[in-house]
């Protein structure tokens, strides 16, 4: 049921309770004050994983059979959710139309374009189906301190409390706090035993080559369900195809 204030929506994956039930029906209201005050609290704004989440607990009045919303299921989340939910909290307060800038990868040349975010696509799990772990074969791999090559990578999905975890690493560092986040997902490399793998952590991800970095984040672009962020766009200039991730500059702005 939609409102003038509250919309309905399917989350593409849903928050699996303790007793493994899974909540995808979520009713969202529009943005009002109290979120105009959350986004310019400070603490807030020092952690984007933080100001998601206390955005998302304060706009959700509904998540599946829930008794009531808890900070931690929203932190308990999957990140592809929590994404797709600010999109449509964002376009139901504000309006689909996006205002974004892309600079050509090939000319040079900076242009602007509307982005539509009820058309960005969405893929979704079926009814009752669970995400699986990301696996992912890396051409390089991770050398071991015996020398051994470990090539086999599973992760699972990033959640909320990853965002938020890795938060301070990612101000500083958007390079480091990707390795935070990803080593907080990391369930298995090769033989390594899983004390080792928690013992090494991010130091595991900075010794991968670019090559393997690569084909990491695109498993987790293209193996997870969720709402597509990735835009292929021609540039007005000189026609050349870039992939860009959508710009979200203006996402929250509240002018």
């Given at each position: 049921?939609?409102t003038?204030?509250?919309?309905?929506?399917?989350?593409?994956?849903?928050?699996?309770?303790?007793?493994g039930?899974?909540?995808?029906?979520?009713?969202?209201?529009?943005?009002?004050?109290?979120?105009?005050?959350?986004?310019?609290?400070?603490?807030?704004?020092?952690?984007?994983?933080?100001l998601?989440?206390?955005?998302?607990?304060?706009?959700?009045?509904?998540?599946?059979?829930?008794?009531?919303?808890?900070?931690?299921?929203?932190?308990?989340?999957?990140?592809?959710?929590?994404?797709?939910?600010?999109?449509?909290?964002?376009?139901?307060?504000?309006?689909?139309?996006?205002?974004?800038?892309?600079?050509?990868?090939?000319?040079?040349?900076?242009?602007?374009?509307?982005?539509?975010?009820?058309?960005?696509?969405?893929?979704?799990?079926?009814?009752?189906?669970?995400?699986?772990?990301?696996?992912v074969?890396?051409?390089?791999?991770?050398?071991?301190?015996?020398?051994?090559?470990?090539?086999?990578?599973?992760?699972?999905?990033?959640?909320?409390d990853?965002?938020?975890?890795?938060?301070?690493?990612?101000?500083?560092n958007?390079?480091?706090?990707?390795?935070?986040?990803?080593?907080?997902?990391?369930?298995?490399?090769?033989?390594?035993?899983?004390?080792?793998?928690?013992?090494?952590?991010?130091?595991?991800?900075?010794?991968?080559?670019?090559?393997d970095r690569?084909?990491?984040?695109?498993?987790?672009?293209?193996?997870?369900?969720g709402?597509?962020?990735?835009?292929?766009?021609?540039?007005?200039?000189?026609?050349?195809?870039?992939?860009?991730?959508?710009?979200?500059?203006?996402?929250?702005?509240?002018?």
């Amino acid at each position: 049921m939609t409102t003038a204030r509250e919309i309905d929506v399917t989350l593409p994956i849903g928050l699996v309770d303790d007793d493994g039930k899974v909540h995808r029906q979520v009713t969202l209201r529009k943005m009002t004050g109290r979120e105009e005050a959350l986004l310019a609290d400070p603490a807030n704004q020092r952690n984007g994983g933080r100001l998601v989440t206390a955005l998302l607990h304060s706009c959700i009045t509904r998540l599946g059979d829930l008794p009531s919303v808890r900070r931690a299921d929203i932190d308990a989340m999957y990140s592809v959710d929590r994404n797709f939910l600010l999109i449509r909290l964002r376009s139901f307060t504000f309006g689909n139309e996006l205002p974004a800038s892309y600079t050509c990868s090939s000319c040079g040349e900076r242009f602007d374009r509307i982005e539509d975010l009820d058309a960005l696509p969405v893929r979704a799990l079926a009814d009752g189906e669970l995400p699986e772990d990301i696996v992912v074969e890396l051409v390089d791999g991770y050398v071991d301190r015996d020398g051994s090559v470990h090539t086999s990578m599973t992760l699972r999905p990033a959640r909320g409390d990853d965002e938020s975890a890795a938060a301070p690493q990612m101000r500083k560092n958007a390079s480091l706090g990707k390795n935070a986040l990803l080593a907080r997902c990391l369930r298995s490399l090769g033989d390594l035993p899983q004390h080792r793998l928690e013992a090494l952590g991010p130091k595991i991800l900075a010794d991968l080559t670019l090559t393997d970095r690569r084909l990491i984040d695109r498993a987790f672009n293209d193996g997870v369900p969720g709402i597509d962020l990735i835009r292929e766009i021609d540039c007005p200039s000189c026609g050349h195809e870039l992939r860009a991730s959508l710009d979200m500059t203006n996402f929250l702005a509240l002018d």
